[in-house]
């Protein structure tokens, strides 16, 4: 049940640097 927490903060970073990367992409 530890492992829940990191897996969580992995996903929010990972669609957190999406984002962002598709706005940079999208604003040059």
Not at 2 to 23: E, F, Y
């Amino acid at each position: 049940m530890r492992l829940l927490p990191g897996m969580v903060m992995l996903m929010l970073v990972l669609v957190i640097a999406g984002s962002a990367r598709a706005t940079t992409d999208v604003m040059p």
